[in-house]
């Protein structure tokens, strides 16, 4: 595991400022710059802050932006991050000035000055700037160090602790669908997803693990085709969070947990193959959100399932034109063993609803390349079957500034589905071949029953650092989905 870095809330000492060591972080509000701690700095400066303010490098900053000045005259610090966060400024904006600090973080003490700003403003900072400061190292040898402390100077120290928890819980969650995405699969196996699930339990989580012998009874041979080519045993593992009124029907979510994606014997191209460790993205959201909902007490019923197998190819595999039964009692022909999400998640979804009867369902899952050719990697793919669903879930992501898109569906591409020997095929062809797939999937989802499938194929893991995350796994969708859950199923 990665280590979050530490954020303590007080007021600010004005005091001690000019000999603080380390660095120190302004929040201005060009509308009411002189606060009591500008003013301070500003005098032991001999007047540079002001000066700094008035800048032309300064006034060109949008709200979230930061002018760093390193080794500042008459300061202590070896840098000064001036950062522009108008009162009125958005969460979003507050997010990207937390986020500024938190790229810029060493091992030496921050403070950060936030008085001109709001309670939730200054709450909100705490989150962008703990998210920004994620760093995924346990497989560095030499860079181990620790980051922080940070001590977020407010007025009201209180009144911000307060708002700050939840968010650090939902952080918390994101950290650890980011630890899981960034983990290779020679460390992350099925075995060991399993495990870092099943110690969920300390924080009241109920984590069920399905061992392959329980899944062939249940009838599961989609999910397990996938799965037999590997010398990591297939699992299915069952998350309940009973926060809400007891016999509510629970909302459910529901992974893709590949956690190597080789393609099987319809073998993939080696050049960026080692990608596919991220192939569990679907299940690792999934986990970071049961997490957060632990963390924070969320009062709803939340049931996360994830599908958690290997593809890979061997004389066990599963070939392509192998006829597979799912649990439902569809009958599949496997025409390209690369395809093999929708084969996961036929099965965990239709136990899913089999078992648990939920009041809506989302999938998410790294589904299909097609996805990242229609979107690039700026929204995640959103397929329904329900607008009430889906228009809140886009709300939700929209909140969140977490990109989502809604993608048409019909009957003329569940056409493509047609096999002429069972009763589908596992692809629809190259053309609209994410829409294809989740034709495939909601054949799976029963009459009634609201669902939305998310192809986070192209938002999982990005190759270059985003506001809220360095490069490498961004945790696309645990905010989103916390949101969605806190908005829309718990009692208040
Ligand atoms: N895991 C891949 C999809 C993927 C591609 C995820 C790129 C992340 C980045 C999926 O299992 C897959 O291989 N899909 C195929 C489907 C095809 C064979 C119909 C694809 O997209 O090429
Ligand atoms: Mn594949
Ligand atoms: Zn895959």
């Known amino acids: 595991m990665s280590h979050p870095v530490a954020i303590q809330f007080q007021s600010p000492q004005i005091d001690t400022l000019a000999s603080q060591t380390g660095r120190i972080a302004l929040l201005v509000d060009a509308a009411k ?75 030496a003490a921050t403070l950060v000055l936030a008085e001109a700003q709001t309670n939730a403003q200054a709450a909100e900072l705490s989150f962008g700037l703990a998210l ?83 899944l062939t009874k249940l009838g599961m041979g989609a999910l397990l085709g996938v799965g037999q080519g590997s010398e990591s045993p297939s699992k299915v593992v069952v998350m309940q969070w009973h926060g809400g009124k007891k016999g509510d029907a629970p909302f459910a979510l529901v992974g893709k947990g590949v956690v190597f994606d080789s393609g099987g014997i319809s073998i993939k191209p080696a050049g960026g193959m080692e990608e596919m460790t991220m192939d ?5 959201v999934v986990a970071g959100v049961m997490r957060s909902l632990a963390l924070r007490g969320a009062k709803a019923n939340v049931v996360g399932l994830v599908g958690l197998v290997e593809n890979m190819p061997d004389g066990r595999a599963q070939r392509p034109g192998d006829v597979v039964k799912s649990m439902k009692g569809d009958t599949i022909e496997v025409i390209n063993t690369d395809a093999e999400g929708r084969l996961v998640l036929a099965d965990v979804l239709w136990y899913a609803q089999d078992r648990f009867k939920p009041c809506g369902v989302i999938n998410l899952a790294t589904l299909t390349g097609a996805i990242i050719i229609a979107l690039g990697h700026e929204h995640t793919g ?23 898109w809604r993608m048409p569906m019909g009957q003329a591409y569940d056409d493509k589905l047609k096999s002429r020997i069972a009763d589908m095929m596992n692809v629809g062809g190259r053309d609209g071949g994410a829409i294809t797939a989740a034709q ?6 029963k009459d009634g029953m609201p669902w939305v499938h998310l192809d986070i194929a192209g938002t999982a893991l990005l190759k270059s650092d985003s506001t809220l995350a360095p490069k490498g796994a961004t945790g696309w969708g645990v905010m989103a989905l916390n949101r969605l859950i806190r908005d829309q199923y718990e009692s208040k």
């Open 280 to 284: 569990m993205g679907g299940a690792a």
């Open 382 to 404: 959103v397929f329904s079957n329900d607008d009430a669903l889906a228009g809140a879930f886009l709300k939700a992501a929209a909140a969140e500034g977490e990109g989502a």
């Open 33 to 107: 710059p002189a606060t009591p701690a500008a003013k301070r700095l500003d005098k032991a400066m001999r007047g540079g802050l002001a000066r700094a303010l008035a800048s032309e490098a300064f006034t060109r900053l949008k709200p979230g932006e930061s002018l760093d000045l390193a080794f500042p005259a008459g300061l202590a610090a070896e840098a000064l991050h001036l950062i522009h966060l108008p009162k009125k400024a958005s969460v979003a904006e507050a997010r990207k000035a937390g986020a500024a600090i938190g790229r810029a973080l060493t091992p």
């Open 440 to 445: 495939f999937i909601k054949r799976f989802i």
């Open 132 to 214: 920004r400061a994620y760093d995924f190292t346990p497989h560095k040898t030499a860079e181990k160090k620790a980051l922080g402390p940070v001590t977020l100077a407010v007025t009201a120290p209180e009144a911000v602790a307060t708002l700050a928890s939840p968010l650090a819980a939902v952080a918390e969650g994101v950290f650890f669908t980011r630890d899981l995405v960034n983990e290779p699969a020679n460390i992350l196996t099925t075995h060991d997803f399993a495990a870092r699930l099943a110690a969920m339990q300390e924080l009241g989580l109920d984590v069920e693990i399905l061992e392959e012998d329980q």
